[in-house]
DNA sequence: TTCGGGACGGCAAGCAGTTGCCAAGGTGTT
DNA sequence: AACACCTTGGCAACTGCTTGCCGTCCCGAA
């Protein structure tokens, strides 16, 4: 009556349920004639394992954890995009939680979870190496947008992208940059400003950092003013978002962008084109991150536990993406 | 040695293992003294239940899947992090599912979690009626953004908001609407049409409907040139994505918003603020919808199979965004 | 013809909990 | 004092599937 069972289905096709169990989870143990023979009654029959049965003795449960340190970042929302595609490619099920931009939630979000996933993944997550360290030693873990020694990742190529970023600043003649930076926890600010940093060097700009701030339009007020009083030409903001904000903060004061001052993002997300002005930024093909962090993850839960293959850090490219927040810097306007 | 089970505590505490599993999944069952000693022996031996073991025979998994038809569509978006947070508070689990707008890839994906989940929330549904009351009639369902009888529901007021809408623009002179309709199994997209076609005839203004069209930003150019032909000065697209194409293809036709045309969306994600016009649009709390919905749920699931409690149909306020896409109609400039 | 070995299918013991049923003990009533 | 009744904890069957181990059977080689 209710929903078939390994039972009715070896009844019916005169096998035993070791066989029809054999015939789902590990086909090539059982003859082909018998597969098809099981399979046929099982579709008759409406047939579906059970996957907390299976779970409960397999251990693998076909599903992965995404936690993402703010949901409402729509950064993160391009990954999950991707994730969520490629884990339903290979039948796995995405299950998604905040970490609210707290280590606490996101340590807690990881416990309740840690028996029924098979892996995690982890977007720019804020718990210290230690813990992440002490989790990859359980669980299969992959980051996202962070890099940790022994744990493999994905991430987009900041110091590239930072390098061309300030290339593309200190060719329209600016010399004075800030950064306006992100949350003291996030791997990728403190990376960003590194990058900056360097390549400002390189190319004998002068480059200081301000902050940190919230990543978050709101935020942008706070940041743009602190950026004003560095007489800096060129603000390169954590991200997107702060970015908006800050070009919202600069128009209600009357400051032109990028006549007199150039604003750059973060992540390129889907208002960077719409703002006024366009937004330049540095992206890349998130979902490809997203994508790519499942791949990993799915090879790291099938390896044996701390298999030799060397951990992977996938850095993918970024791009950096010309809009109208960037231009000329003041005074070296026109035909110079 | 590796994790422990209910037989360790049981053991410890010198109980059963049925009381230990009672302490936890129903308290009231056990006297005070007795819970408290299992407690305390859990925590000691960092106990955790497993919760597939859980489910394979209390049949809860404290578990709830999304389906969203396009997760591509920021919208949703908001309605899923108001949902994530809303299960989180009750620790349950949010499984993210995508349906890429087919509805045979919904109905695959229902049935693949359908052993796994407690209740599904389908965010505007592409499958039709008849699957939907069979899957409403073996587990908890929730709609969002779709209202079918006898399941329960969370929308935002669309009636009530297109008529706010249709006069706003009458109120500006708008004489002439053209809706810019959104997919056919869109229940939406059939709902907002009928609302604002009878707010039309109430206003007596004119309103056809074109399309259908996908409602994505690149989809905008052949809703714009379809629309220009029927001489509407105003256009009401069916969602801020959709709208923002428009904007763009209208702009890229030196068509002026909202001098020569009027345009609106639906939704007011993130970027219908920030594009160029920015975008009046018939938003609401999204997030609202996603956490309403998931305590629809949670009471569906947790109610005895067809209780007799009513099915509600939530529908919760819409509001009129008014930005810089709409104005005057043609000719019903300066002061008339 | 015999024998080693691989392929295949079956047995049964888990996996980690839940829950219906029962019995013991305590309390209140008559 | 006897009896009914409630509370509490334990027994054990069950959930649905996986998997280590074993026994056949069949094939080719000696």
Redesign the pocket.
Known sequence: M?????????RAA?????????A???P????????ELVERVATELG????P???A?????TQTIAMVVSDITNPHFFEIIRGAELRAKASAHTLVLVNAEESPRIEREQVNRLSRSVDGFLLAASRLPEGDLAELAGTHAVVMVNRQVAEIPSVVLDQREGCRQLVTHLSSLGHTSLAYLCGPRESWMAGSRWAAIRDAAAESGVSAVRMGPFTPRVAHGAAAADAALTTGATALIAHNDLLAIGVLQRLAARSVRVPDDISVTGFDDIFAAELCTPSLTTLGGTHANVGRAAVELLLEAAAAPRRSPTAVQQLVLPSQLILRNSTGQARGRRGPA
């Open positions: 209710s929903t078939p069972t390994i039972y009715d289905v070896a005169g096998v035993a349920t070791s066989t029809v169990s054999r789902f989870s590990n090539q143990r059982v003859s082909a004639p018998t597969r047939y579906e394992p059970n907390h049965a299976r409960l003795t397999s251990r693998r």
